[in-house]
């Protein structure tokens, strides 16, 4: 007599069970995780807006290169792919090439293609060129599409300290503080902002708010110094 055996074992998972597993896991930010299933996944059986969502992924973890690598393989799916030649744009801006970044977002801006991030991104390139007076009009911009975009009022307001306008810089950083008060970071920028006008109170109240955000913050720590200094302490 014979027997036949049922194989009991669980069925191996398919690259598309995977890839919606390792969406999941990107989006609660579980980073690390989630580049371990990509990496479980051969790249062919990955469309172009899968692969673009891996390769936000690398940049998110600083592997700039192996997302450059990924966002080009983007392109060569789908060459209008918007969203992978604004993220190129935006590593090579992360990376110190602001000049190739204005170059590239300007080409979609010239495309046609329109979005408030695009404005941002755009913004931010041109005021690290030094084209001010451009990066105001693309900021101002960017607002009028998303009067809530809290990066755009945190960049308009360091454009304004950078032509020497801190109360202006003052009025968006507080405005990017109400859409975001637990930002540490915007509570700096206010209390440089209160810096510049010799307000020290204000600029004190600003760090400590920063401080009990993250009593560690070393550029909190470091204005706080300063103001300490400047009262004579």
């Known amino acids: 007599m014979s027997f036949r055996t049922t194989n009991t074992s669980t069925p191996p998972l398919t690259s598309a069970a995977i890839l919606a597993e390792a969406l999941k896991l990107q989006q609660r930010g579980q980073l690390t995780a989630a580049v371990n299933l990509y990496q479980q996944i051969p790249l062919n059986h990955l469309d172009a807006n899968s692969l673009n969502a891996y390769a936000i992924l690398q940049a998110q973890l600083g592997q700039y290169t192996h997302a450059q690598q990924l966002f080009k393989q983007v392109l060569k799916l789908n060459p209008k792919h918007t969203n992978a030649r604004m ?8 990376q110190g090439d602001a000049k190739s970044a204005v170059q590239a977002l300007q080409q979609l801006l010239r495309n046609g293609v329109r979005s408030a991030d695009l404005y941002y991104n755009a913004g931010r390139a041109l005021a690290q060129t030094g084209q001010l007076d451009a990066a105001m009009i ?20 360091n454009l304004f300290r950078k032509l020497e306008q801190p109360q ?9 503080i109400n859409l975001n008060p637990q930002h540490k970071g915007l509570w ?14 204000e600029a004190l109240d600003a760090i400590n708010t920063a ?9 909190a720590l470091s204005n706080l110094c300063t103001i300490y200094l400047r009262q004579g302490q």
Do not use: F
């Open 168 to 176: 202006k810089a003052r009025e968006c950083y507080l405005q990017a």
């Open 138 to 157: 693309t900021l101002q911009t960017c607002l009028e599409m998303a009067p809530q975009h809290q990066l755009a009022l945190n960049e308009l307001g």
């Open 87 to 94: 993220n190129l744009a935006n590593i090579a801006l992360e």
């Open 211 to 219: 401080l009990k955000l993250d009593p560690n913050y070393a550029e």
């Open 188 to 201: 700096v920028n206010l209390s440089n902002s209160y810096l510049e006008t010799d307000s020290l109170p």
